[in-house]
Structures are given as C-alpha cells and as structure tokens.
C-alpha cells in the first residue's frame, strides 16, 4: 500500500498538484464539517444539490485567483492595495483576520473535542497541544516540506468517503432529492444556504490560493534568501511556456475543488441518512456530529468522522493564519512567505502566531466556539461579495493581468459566482 501511494505521489500529473488542492482540502475544515453536517441533519437530502451548484462557481472563482497570483508574482491583499482605495483593503483584511481567527478558535476546540471523544481526558488541553504543534510546523518546517506534508493530509478526508460504505444509502431517494429538492425559502434555509456558500466559497481561500502561486513562482524563479519581493507581472515566460503555468493551474483548481465539494456531499449524504433520519436536526458542532453518530451509525462510522475533523483541521488551521498573514504582510509591505525564515519575516510570522494563539486563547473565553463555526460561515458569504467583485475586476484590467486577462467565459462564470452569492446574502438579510 505504501508503494502504491509512493507511485501514485511520483506521477507528473500529481506531482502538479499544489496550491488547488490544498486549497479544496482546507475549505472542508470542522467549521465546514459543521455546516455540512447541520445542513444534512436539518435538511436531509435536499442540501446536496448546493455542492453540484457551488462546484463549477468555486473553480471560476479559485482559478481567477491563481491566476492572478501566477502572472502578477502577488498575492490578493498586494493586488488590491495597488487599485483600490486604502480603506477598502483595510477593512477587508480586517474582516479576514477577525474571521480567521474565529474560525482557528472553532477548528481547534472541534479538534480537541473529537480527540477527548477518542482518547478521554482534557479537550482544552488537547487543543493547545494541537495548536502549538500546528505553530511550531509553520515555523520550524521548510516550505517544501510543510507543503508536501499538508498534501498528504489531505488524504484524511476520504474518511468521509468510508463512512458512506458503514451504513445504509438509499440511492434512488438521494439522486430524487439531489435533482428535485424540496424546500422552503425561509429565513431557516437562507441562513443555511448562505452558511453553506460561506463555507464553500471562503474568502480566505482566495488569499491562500494566490498567495502560493506567487510564492510558487518566485521559487520556481530560485528567489535568494532575503531579496526583496519582485514588482509586478514577473512572468518572463513565452506565451507557451506561460500557458504551461495556466494549464497546471487549470489541472489543480478543477481536482481540488472537486475533491473539496465531493467530501463535502458525502458528509452532507452520511448526516442526512442517520441524523436526520432518527429526527437528530439541531447540530452545532463537529464533533457533537460525530458524538451523534456513535449510536446511529456504530462505533466505525463515528470513528472515522472524528479522525476526519482531526486531519482536516490540522491541515486548514496552517491555511486560516497563514492567509491571514499574507494578507496583513502585503498590505503594510512586509516581507512574506512560508520559504522563507522567521529572522526574514518576523512580521508575517507574528501575524500567523497572533491568529493562532488568539484562536487557542479564545477557547478558554465565554465565546462559545462551536455557536461561532456557523457565525463565521455566514460572515465569510456576507465578506465574500466585495472581494469576489474586487477580484473579478482585477483579473479583468490589462494593466494588471497583461494579455493573461480572464477570458470571457471564466469571466462570466466568475461574476455569476458573485452575483448569486450576493442575492443569497441579500435574501438572508430579508428574512432577518
């Protein structure tokens, strides 16, 4: 099995594989597990057709910002300072790093959780363990091997891929439901909706997702240890050779975002047929989905779920404060980036600490972290519209993008996106 994965990992096509995928592992954090398997456990089957819907809007929106940071050699925060007025990107990365730090707090409490629902013992003292272990990894690790680690976690999700073969499926009423849902749009299915939008379509993914483009480029470029950052439009590539680039990034964006939104399904499809279907609706957290699950599903459908918000969280926390620091980094012009050292980039590793040891403080606070997970899916879809808009304008300007500009189509898709998550918003804030 070992040799398998081995071969598996050495293939080009895999060995591609980055930033999009990451990506997509990220995005189904215990905060979106959470949201999922509420959006499951109240609704039953008639959430799943929002993973096909959401799928092909969060390619468009992921590849225009890997674009973005592929052919401008900067992150979102860097590309927005340079067009937008200084207070927009203040109060956007501001919101970022509130919300991160929120969603770290609530990612790390679910971790502890599902680690005292194994093991026994403190689940406070296991989410510090968990978060000052996850801090020293982005500080002691080199960039390529903390990224080839964060690549094999994401293979902690296809737990929610086992957890379906545990227990009973009633294929035909899925497919129904999945096609034909059946619901009201009340205040109720607005908020979950927009909870489910939020978290699959997060903000902070967009900053992660450029961010390592850039940062992949300048190593791919053989930056040295303690140049400065190069200006904008680095690519001195041929139009064949940058359109190498584009189709990696193509080939990524369109197999993470597929992995993220299938894991996302199955935790929505095993949610529904055992926790809605014993009338267990009203689910706050993580890991009381997977406490829930224990008496419903048996003891290896439980246990699967809980090392699945283990390993996601583990592999999401690194994501939530380091895109949170790109952004802090790039919009006061502080040197950034995981390849390089803590002497190099003091700032942007205090940024990835303060979010992280403020999300593990906040857990011995009166914020309840677990109410916190959907508060922050719903901000993040309310947050998400100005920056999807911001980024669409940029990826359209050929001042920014050159000839790489979005092409129509893309382009079209990128602004459905923001539309449609706009009028859910909108139609959430009209049923308040």
Not at 245 to 252: A, G, K, P, V
Not at 303 to 318: C, D, K, N, R
Request: charged share 10%; hydrophobic share 55%; with cysteine.
């Amino acid at each position: 099995m070992i040799r398998l994965l081995k071969h598996i990992a050495e293939h080009p096509r895999v060995r591609q594989l980055g930033p999009g995928l990451i990506t997509g592992a990220a995005d189904d954090d215990p905060s979106g597990i959470a949201t999922y398997s509420q959006a499951g456990a109240q609704f039953g089957f008639n959430m799943l057709w929002t993973v096909l819907f959401t799928y092909p809007l969060m390619v468009a929106i992921q590849m225009v910002s890997a674009r973005l940071g592929c052919i401008t050699g900067l992150g979102l925060a860097a590309n927005v300072k340079a067009a937008f007025p200084r207070p927009m990107l203040y109060s956007i990365v501001g919101l970022l790093l509130v919300a991160n730090t929120i969603n770290i707090a609530a990612d790390i409490a679910a971790m502890g959780e599902a680690l005292r629902l194994l093991l026994g013992g403190s689940a406070r003292l296991y989410s510090v363990v968990l978060g000052m272990g996850s801090l020293g990894l982005q500080v002691l690790l080199s960039y390529e091997t903390y990224v080839r680690y964060l690549k094999w976690l994401t293979l902690s999700l296809l737990s929610y891929v086992a957890v379906i073969f545990t227990i009973h499926v009633p294929w035909s009423q899925v497919l129904a439901q999945t096609f034909f849902p059946q619901l009201r749009l009340d205040h109720a299915t607005l908020t979950t909706l927009v909870a489910v939008f939020g978290t699959t379509i997060s903000p902070y993914l967009f900053f992660w997702q450029a961010a390592q483009e850039a940062q992949n480029l300048h190593a791919g470029r053989g930056r040295a240890r303690g140049a400065e950052p190069p200006a904008r439009n680095p690519l001195p590539h041929p139009m064949a050779v940058a359109r190498q680039h584009l189709r990696r990034i193509r080939w990524d964006t369109y197999l993470g975002m597929g992995f993220s939104n299938l894991i996302a399904f199955f935790i929505i499809l095993s949610t529904a047929v055992t926790l809605h279907a014993a009338g267990v609706t009203d689910i706050q957290s993580s890991d009381q989905a997977a406490a829930a699950l224990r008496p419903l599903g048996g003891p290896v459908t439980f246990l699967l779920f809980s090392l699945g918000i283990i390993g996601t969280g583990l592999l999401a926390v690194p994501v939530l404060a380091g895109s949170a620091a790109y952004a802090v980094a790039e919009s006061f012009e502080w040197r950034s980036g995981l390849e390089l050292q803590v002497r190099e980039a003091i700032e942007f590793y205090a940024i990835i600490a303060i979010a992280t040891i403020g999300g593990v403080a906040l857990n011995f606070t009166r914020l309840d972290p677990m109410r916190a997970l959907i508060w922050t899916a719903e901000i993040d879809g309310v947050i998400a519209v100005p920056i999807m808009a911001v980024l669409m304008v940029l990826a359209s300007r050929e001042g920014v993008m050159g000839r790489f500009v979005v092409r129509p189509k893309l382009r079209l898709l990128g602004w459905a996106a923001t539309l449609i998550m706009a009028i859910m918003v909108l139609a959430m804030l009209a049923t308040t």
